[in-house]
C-alpha cells in the first residue's frame, strides 16, 4: 500500500471547486458526518444510552437529547477553523492561550483521553466479540456457558416481571420461573463439573457467587482477535471512501432495526410506552434511588453518556479531518482578499452546515430510540448491561417486537453498529495520533511522514485495543471510563471554539449573531455538564 494520501490537507489553488448551488448537489457532497455517525451510533447509544435508560427509567430522557442537539454548533465551528485554515484540529487546539509546557495545556489533557479514548475502542471490540461468541461459539465450553448465562437471564427477567409494579400480571409466572431455575440449576451443574474443578455447587450457593466469578470461555477472546486482524487489515488497504460507505451501511442497517422493534413494542400492553412516561422525560428531573443503586449512579452514568452520544470530545477532534480529507478545504483553496474566495468558503461552510446537522438528525434518531428501549424493556426488567453479560442484556430489548428471531437480528445489528464504531474510531484515531507527533514534536512536519504514521496506527491500534480488553474484561466500564474523560473535555473543546470563532476566523465567513448565541448556549451547556460530572465525582471521592 502506498503511504500517500488521496487528497491531501494542504489547499491547493489550482483545485478549488465552486460550491453547489442546489439542494442535490448539497446532499451529494455530504459524507464527514456520516462517518461520524457510525463512529458514534456504536458505543455511545447502543451501549451507554441503553444502559442509562436501563438505570434510570424514561426519567433522564431530556439529557440525552440535550446530548445529541447541544454539540452540533461546536461541531461547524471546528469544522469552519480548519477547512478555511487548512490546518487541523490538534494545530488549532495547540494555538488556544494557556500555559505551555512543550506543548499548551489542551494538549496534555488531550493525551490523556486519547488513551481512555483506546480504552473505549477495547470496550468495543469486546462488545463485538461477545456478539459474536453469542452467535457462533468457538469451543464446547462456550456453548455450556451460553446456555448457563441465557438460563440466568430468563431468571432475571422473570423475577422482574413478577415485581413490576405499574404492569399487567402475567398467569403462570411463578411455574415459569420454577422452570427457568430448574434449567439454570442443572446447566450449573454441568458446567461446574465439567470447567470448576476447584468449585461445587454447595460453595458456588453458599459464596453467593455469579456467572462473572465462573472461569469465562475465551470464545469472545477468539473473535475479538479475528476482529482485530481484519480491522488492522482494511484500514491498511482503506481510505476515505471505503470509511464512508462502510460504516453508513453498517449503522443505517441497524438503526432502520431499532426503530421498529420501537414501533413494534407499542403493541404488547406491558412494553408500550404511554404518552405519559415519554413526556416525562422532559421534565428536568433526577432519577430516584428506587432501583436500589446509589441516587447519584443514573446520573454519572447519564453525565458519562452526555460524554460520548452525539459527537462526543473524540468525534469533535476528527470531524475536521474526514472534512479535510473529502476535500472542503482544498475546494476552497488558500485564503486571500479576493471576492472569489470568499464566495467559495461561505458555499463550501453551508455544505459543512448541511453535512453537521443531517448526521444529527441521524444519531438524535437512533439515540432516542435505543434510550427508550432501555427503559421500557432493561429498566422494567431490573436488567443492567454491564460485565460479560452486556451483549446478552442488551439483546433482551429485542424480544418483545422480534420474539424469537430477537437474538439473531439483534447480534447482526450489534456486530453492525459496534464494529462500525470500532472501525471508524480507529480509522480517526490513527489520524489525529500521527498529527498529534508532529504537534509533540517527534517527528517533523511532513506529509509523507504523517501518512506513513497513519499506517502505522491504523495496523497497530486495534491490536492496542485488544489488549486492554484481555486485560479488563469489562466493554460498559470501559466505554463509560473514556465518557468521563470526554465528557470533562468537552467545555475545553467548547472554549477552544470561541477562541476560533473571535480571533481565528475570517471577518467574510464570521457567523450572525443568532448562530453566536446558539454557540454560546452550547458552550455554557458542554461547561455545566463537565463541571457536573466533575463535582459528583469529587462528592463521591470525599464522602
Known sequence: ???????????????????????????????????????????????ATTKTGAEAGFTLLWLIVIGCLIKVFVQV?????????????????????????????????????????????????GGVGQALAISYPVTQQGEDYNLLADAEVHIRETKAKLQGENLPPLLGLEEELQQHQAEFQQQLVHY?????????LETFQNDLLTLNDLTSPYDSFIWATIVAVCTSLLLLRGRYNLVQDFSTALVAAFTGMTIINLIAIQSHHRWAISSTEFWSGFLFQLPNNSSGMSGWEPVVTALATFGIIGVGSTELISYPYWCLEKGYARFIGPRDDSKEWGERAKGWLRVLRWDAFCSMVIYTLATIAFFLLGAAVLSREG????????????????????GAMARTLFLFGAFAVL???????????????ADALIIFKIIEKDEEKRWRWIWI???LFPFVCLGIYCFVQA????????GVMQAIMLPMLGLATLYFRYYRCDPRIAPGKSWDFF?????????????????????DLFA
Open 77 to 125: 465551528e471546528m469544522g469552519r477553523y480548519c477547512i478555511v485554515t487548512g490546518n487541523t484540529s490538534m494545530t488549532g487546539m495547540n494555538e488556544v492561550p494557556g500555559p505551555r509546557f512543550h506543548v499548551n495545556w489542551l494538549m496534555w489533557y488531550w493525551l490523556a483521553m486519547f488513551v481512555m479514548g483506546l480504552a473505549q475502542l477495547g470496550g468495543i471490540v
Open 475 to 482: 466493554p460498559a466500564y470501559l466505554v463509560l471510563a473514556s
Open 419 to 433: 464494529y462500525s464504531t470500532f472501525f471508524v474510531a480507529s480509522a480517526g484515531h490513527a489520524r489525529v495520533g
Open 383 to 402: 436488567l443492567n448491561p454491564e460485565g460479560n453479560q452486556m451483549i446478552r442484556m442488551l439483546g433482551e430489548m429485542y424480544v418483545p417486537g422480534f
Open 457 to 459: 496506527f491504523s495496523a
Open 1 to 47: 500500500m502506498s503511504s500517500q494520501p488521496s487528497e491531501t490537507l494542504s489547499n491547493e489553488p489550482d483545485l478549488t471547486v465552486d460550491p453547489p448551488q442546489t439542494v442535490w448537489g448539497i446532499l451529494s457532497n455530504l459524507g464527514p458526518g456520516l462517518i461520524i455517525a457510525g463512529a458514534i451510533v456504536g458505543s455511545g447509544e447502543l451501549i
Open 519 to 539: 454557540l454560546w448556549l452550547s458552550v455554557v451547556g458542554l461547561l455545566f455538564a463537565g463541571l457536573s460530572l466533575v463535582g459528583i465525582k469529587l462528592m
Open 192 to 200: 461446574i463439573d465439567h470447567y470448576e474443578p476447584t468449585l461445587t
